[in-house]
């Protein structure tokens, strides 16, 4: 999937956190700032939630549903 610009949009779905064109971590972003440059990304498994900012140099990537298709 295409990385995501309009953090507004990734709302609720789960993603790919990347740095460096490597997977970091995946997650939900629980909520989105209305600046739209601040998420709050839900863990998966047993981690901590995680405050990002666009200028940490991150890049998000929606990951889709295989239960959608």
């Given amino acids: 999937m ?5 953090w507004k949009k990734l709302a609720g779905k789960r993603v790919e956190l990347r740095k460096g064109g490597q997977v970091v971590r995946t ?8 600046s739209a440059d601040v ?4 863990p998966e498994r047993f981690r901590q939630r995680t405050l990002i900012d666009k200028s940490m140099g991150f890049t998000i990537r929606p990951i889709a549903d295989p239960s959608l298709n």
Avoid: H, S
């Fill in 39 to 42: 998420l709050w990304l839900e």
């Fill in 27 to 34: 997650g939900f972003v629980k909520d989105v700032l209305d």
């Fill in 2 to 6: 295409a990385r995501q610009t309009d």
